[in-house]
């Protein structure tokens, strides 16, 4: 059933928020990042394959440790997203954001009447009637994210168009996407890429729009923190649990020793 989103609750009174990007679609995997304390997670279903019903429950697994649901579409149409939606994510992640008029279409199917035309549909969301249907359209409007993810050199010449036109929550950046964009694949400390990055903050912080940068070590969080960044993604579950295999075994093994 639709809860406050305290994601966007805490980044309206200033707080810092914290995720990851998880691509293993295993619910006890995603309660592990709840009970780790972030604040949110991403879920996966552009890279990943992943049904609706195995989505449905990686969103009730977030749902019992108080843990915000965030949804990757697998693209920004209008079907994925109200599937998302409608399993109870309470934002949506639009990939390859280029221009405004991506936006347009993501908000005008994310959110009801005034905002968008969401198709009704009643479900888990509202809690299978528990909320009025009316005070339901107005509180999923007023919670849901919408959540660009800017990965492409066309989105980061149009960020100004695409955050200046209302209905945007957050932005995200991918780096990877980004720098092959850019003509240097996987290169995602390149000028270039690097360029972009801050090209996007500075849109979103002149427009008021939270922005929320990967990032994976303590120097790039720091530097992030100082230029006023609130909204952070720490990562990918998958990365981290690959890189902890290969340290505990270089730790204990006798080839580590």
Not at 47 to 53: G, I, M
Not at 106 to 117: C, K, L, S, V
């Amino acid at each position: 059933m639709l809860r406050v989103n305290k994601v966007r609750a805490k980044l309206a009174a200033g707080e810092r928020v914290y995720g990851l990007f998880s691509v293993i679609p295993e619910p006890v995997l995603v309660e592990m990042i709840g009970c780790a304390g972030y604040d949110f997670v991403v879920l996966d279903s552009e890279h990943t394959l992943v049904d609706p019903q195995q989505l449905e429950n990686l969103i009730r697994a977030a749902e019992a440790v108080d843990l915000t649901p965030f949804v990757r579409v697998p693209v920004a149409a209008p079907g994925a997203i109200l599937r998302a939606l409608d399993a109870g994510a309470m934002g949506v992640v639009l990939p390859h954001v280029r221009s405004r008029s991506d936006v347009d279409e993501a908000i005008r199917a994310a959110r009801y009447h005034p905002e968008g035309m969401r198709s009704l549909g009643g479900g888990r969301v509202p809690g299978f009637g528990a909320i009025d249907g009316t005070a339901y359209l107005a509180r999923a409007n007023a919670e849901i994210m919408v959540i660009p993810l800017i990965e492409d050199a066309e989105g980061v010449a149009a960020i100004d168009d695409i955050v200046a036109g209302g209905g945007v929550d957050l932005v995200m950046p991918g780096p990877a996407d980004l720098s092959q964009s850019y003509g240097v694949p996987w290169q995602v400390r390149h000028p270039l890429v690097q360029d972009a990055l801050k090209q996007l903050h500075t849109a979103c912080a002149g427009h008021g729009v939270p922005y929320c940068p990967i990032t994976r070590n303590r120097d790039s969080h720091r530097r992030w923190l100082e230029a006023g960044v609130t909204a952070f993604v720490l990562g990918e579950e998958r990365d981290l649990a690959a890189t902890a295999f290969r340290q505990h075994l270089a730790t204990l093994s006798p080839r580590g020793l």
